[in-house]
């Protein structure tokens, strides 16, 4: 029975880092307020491609031990490489993600961002820097739908997973209060507007992630062994570094825009599970699209050259 409480951690307990970027290197004006939502996909590639290939691998051999009447066996090595893709999949599994985002810009400079995303499986705040600006200034008199900017940017995240354990919780044998996953994100930002219309962008990332078991459920799977005879030990805690990039493009009309983008790259995580250490990370895809919305005009704080109204009557001279 001390058994079930760790493989059901394995079925209730995965979930992914929402990978999307859904922004320029521009920020918002200050004033300014962006809503945004959108839905990707996690597909991890390499862990898919591993299962796809044991399993033809794995079929071969048993049509075979069929054919020539033989019983067919199953290698510890082969044992092993199943239950570090199954383990990598129930950790990380493939499926859906939705996300609403809100950004707001907060120095006259427009030179500075902040915003919160809520997605499926977490909460995240961010904010990103302007470094360098190229093509028309931000005190043009063009309005921004006919401006062109060429942006770089530096940006700083964290996450907090917001996901629970409840099946461990119904089977009364081991309460779950202490699971808990955080990330640290580093995303450099490059884009180019063409008249606030169509938007293209790239950002490079690097994303921590760390793991944090509850400590009974760790104590539990610690003494394991008595009841199952092998080892079922599970780590206090996890890392992970995920090394990737997201490519899109945004197109509208002022103040709505369609994204759509692709992020991709490499998930490294090595942890020693079940007396092991398993390969869990692997190349990862995540393809999104959205929906941003942003008002026209900032709420506060200096209006640009194109939003001052103009006058064309004479001035009037007091004696």
Same mark, same amino acid.
């Given at each position: ?24 290197? =521009? ?24 299962? #796809? ?12 031990? #069929? ?57 995240? !705040?961010?904010? =990103? ?43 009364? #044998? ?74 899109? !493009?945004?197109?509208?009309? =002022? ?37 941003? #919305? ?26």
């Amino acid at each position: 029975m001390r058994l079930l409480p760790l493989l059901a951690l394995l079925t209730v307990t995965g979930c992914a880092s929402t990978l999307s970027t859904m922004q320029t290197a =521009k920020p918002l004006a200050r004033g300014q307020f962006q809503v945004s939502g959108g839905t990707g996909l996690f597909t991890p590639v390499g862990q898919l491609a591993t299962l #796809i290939d044991q399993g033809i691998d794995q079929g071969k051999e048993i049509n075979e031990a #069929i054919k020539s009447g033989q019983p067919y066996h199953l290698s510890e090595d082969e044992a092993q490489r199943l239950l570090g893709v199954g383990m990598a999949l129930a950790v990380a599994p493939p499926g859906p993600a939705n996300e609403l985002m809100i950004r707001t810009g907060l120095l006259e400079s427009n030179t500075l961002d902040l915003g919160v995303r809520l997605s499926t499986t977490s909460m995240r !705040f961010d904010g =990103k820097v302007r470094l360098a600006h190229g093509g028309d200034p931000d005190d043009s008199p063009l309005p921004d739908y006919k401006r062109k900017s060429y942006d770089l940017a530096i940006g700083l995240g964290y996450s907090r997973h917001v996901f629970k354990s409840p099946v461990l919780d119904v089977l009364e #044998i081991v309460k779950v209060d202490e699971f808990s996953r955080w990330d640290l994100e580093v995303p450099v930002y490059l884009s180019m507007d063409l008249g606030d219309i169509f938007k293209l962008y790239a950002a490079p990332k690097y994303i921590y992630s760390h793991t944090s078991l509850d400590s009974r459920l760790v104590d539990v799977s610690q003494s394991g062994q008595n009841v199952t005879g092998f080892d079922v030990s599970l780590p206090a805690e996890v890392s992970s570094h995920f090394y990737g990039a997201s490519v899109g !493009f945004a197109l509208g009309y =002022k103040y709505v825009h369609l994204y759509a983008e692709l992020t991709g790259g490499y998930t490294d995580c090595r942890p020693v599970v079940f007396g092991q250490q398993r390969d869990l990370g692997g190349v990862t895809l995540y393809p999104s699209v959205g929906i941003a #919305i942003k008002n026209p005009l900032p709420f506060w704080g200096r209006a640009s050259r194109a939003d001052s109204p103009v006058t064309t009557e004479s001035p009037i001279t007091v004696p």
